[in-house]
């Protein structure tokens, strides 16, 4: 071995055992430690620092939402684009060291930015994943290995490819991040057939707090349970998924049918609530999309158009579908027809990552019911909310069926199951700045109806969905021994994981006591 070969190995195996023996010490932020740190432990061209040209480029190549690109948008002190798990486990290390927390980084999907950015000061690197991506999966497997950097789209399409007839239930954006979607719970069009994702994994593997690598057997089934759905960030960094994946026919049905106020929206979608939602249906899904005069029903059956007219023309006759409106395709056209919109547009374009964003701002909120709203409420949002604001809507998810069991120590830490009709996810758009008046009136919108539809909604709590993640539910509280407060996180965490928040609490708190995978809304250990 050559003298200088010797001297780095050193150099890599000192500071090492030094990074080890010194992980459960606490330490003040130490920025240039921390970026010598990482220099030693992974190749150079991994790291962006605030001093690179490439640096605002990296930073934003997957924000979702301009609103956290301004001028007052915390950044971080450095990028690192693992793409190798090892540099994973570096940078875990070098930030328990050097008291550096990581914000880590899949699709960028974050509806808060949490991924890449903090609200309050702080010395902070991002992870990004984007990297580290891959699907290994053959033909006629029933599971697959998805590295933790791979997107929806590119998940669908290595599925669809090299194993058709098989199929993942997960969401409708392409360019989601699967460890997004999973540790938030993932809902999505198949989920009454399939189960919500986070349902749907069999193994993982995930750098932990002490920067090694475990999977299932090694981590134990408390930590895989809390890992697919207990909120991203919060107890290490998974690295890969092993996934279910499902038979699918080889034909399914894609349906997409607009009515406005005057053709008697609020009335299809009170029918739709109280019909269209049985349990013995599962390979039928109508998602609505509200907005502003109009009822948008997007149905997909997982089989032929004749046997979806056949079910349609008896339990839901009012919305008047035609033979004329199915497109009948693969499971894997579906999902790109369904993205795009276009019925046209190829299947590869799945494997882009990036959105084009534009000026467009946004802000969500989510919801879920448990008792029809009934004509007369859908009325009164048409007429006081929607009619009002063409840039706003709301997006209604049907539950039920598979997703409609109860709460138990196998499924996955979402909580929202027996007994909810549908979750809802508000959402208002604006252009062209992050503040002004244009944001003032879309955030004004949203909130009065947010609040309009408090008396339609679940209470006590007021239910939400982790992955559509809304800080006006609060924060965390770090307390005087420097750990996120339990009982602060309490009115925003009891309303996305329920009852399932002790036990997530519990797990964070054997896994990693001292607090170190953290942002505003992750789960805090549970006190002893």
């Known amino acids: ?48 620092q605030q001093s690179s040209s490439s640096f605002t480029s990296v930073l934003q190549s997957s ?8 001028n007052t948008t915390v950044r971080p002190l450095c990028i690192v684009t693992a793409s190798d798990v090892s540099h994973v486990q570096a940078a875990v290390r070098c930030g328990r060291w050097n008291g550096v927390r990581l914000r880590v980084r899949s699709g960028g999907h974050d509806y808060e930015g949490l991924s890449y950015r903090s609200v309050q000061p702080e010395v902070f690197a991002v992870l990004d994943l984007a990297r580290l991506r891959g699907v290994h999966v053959r033909p006629g497997d029933d599971s697959a290995w998805v ?35 999973i540790s ?7 989920m009454r057939k399939y189960g919500v994702g986070g349902d749907n994994v069999v193994d993982a593997k995930i750098v932990n707090a002490n920067g090694d690598v475990v999977d299932r057997a090694a981590m134990g089934e408390d930590l895989f349970w809390a890992i697919r759905g207990g909120g991203g960030e919060t107890f290490g960094v998974v690295v890969a998924w092993r996934l279910k994946l499902s038979k699918v026919p080889p034909t399914v049905t894609v349906v997409n049918i607009q009515r406005t106020m005057e053709q008697g929206a609020a009335d299809l979608v009170a029918k739709w609530e ?65 993205y795009f919109g276009n019925t046209n547009t190829p299947v590869e374009a799945l494997l882009n990552r990036t959105n084009n964003v534009g000026n467009y701002y946004f802000k969500s909120k989510s919801d879920y019911v448990r008792r029809a709203v ?21 997006i209604l998810e049907p539950h039920g069926a598979a997703v409609g069991g109860a709460n138990t120590m196998t499924t996955s830490p979402y909580p929202h ?20 008046t244009e944001a003032a009136d879309a955030l004004g919108w949203l909130n009065g109806l947010y609040g309009f539809m408090t008396q339609f909604v679940t209470s006590s709590p007021r239910e939400a969905f982790a992955n559509y993640r809304d800080l006006d539910m609060g924060q965390n509280v770090i307390g005087g021994d420097g750990l996120s407060s339990y009982w602060s996180a309490r009115a925003w965490a009891e309303r996305y994981f329920m009852r399932n928040y002790w036990r997530l609490a519990a797990v964070k708190a054997a896994v990693d006591p001292t607090d170190y995978f953290r942002n505003e809304q992750s789960i805090p250990p549970l006190p002893k």
């Not at 924000?63 to 301004?70: A, D, E, G, I, M």
């Not at 009822?295 to 089989?303: D, V």
């Not at 032929?304 to 395709?329: H, I, K, Q, V």
């Open 1 to 48: 071995m050559a003298a200088s070969t010797r001297k780095t190995a050193v150099v890599v195996l000192s500071l090492f055992l030094l990074c080890c023996n010194t992980l459960l010490l606490p330490s003040s932020a130490s920025s240039d430690s921390f970026l010598q740190c990482l220099s030693v432990m992974m190749p150079s061209e991994l790291v962006y």
């Open 63 to 70: 924000v979702q939402n301009p609103r956290f690109v301004t």
């Open 147 to 181: 590295d933790a950097g791979t997107t929806l789209g590119e998940l669908y399409y290595a599925v669809g490819t090299t194993n058709p007839g098989f199929l993942f239930p997960g969401g409708a954006c392409a360019t989601v991040g699967v460890s997004g979607f």
């Open 184 to 190: 938030g719970g993932g809902i999505g069009l198949m």
């Open 274 to 338: 109280t019909t269209i939602l049985q349990p013995v249906l599962p390979d039928l899904t109508i998602r609505v999309v509200l907005q502003h005069r109009h009822a948008f029903f997007q149905t997909l059956f997982l089989g032929r158009c004749s046997d979806l007219l056949s079910t349609m023309g008896s339990l839901f006759p009012e919305l008047g579908t035609t033979a004329a409106d199915c497109n009948e395709m693969s499971w894997l056209r579906a999902m790109a027809f369904i």
């Open 374 to 394: 009934g004509k007369a409420g859908w009325d009164s949002l048409y007429q006081q909310w929607l009619s009002q604001n063409g840039n706003g809507q709301m």
């Open 417 to 436: 199951r027996r007994g909810v009709l549908f979750n809802i996810q508000y959402g208002s758009n604006w252009c062209c700045s992050a503040n002004g």
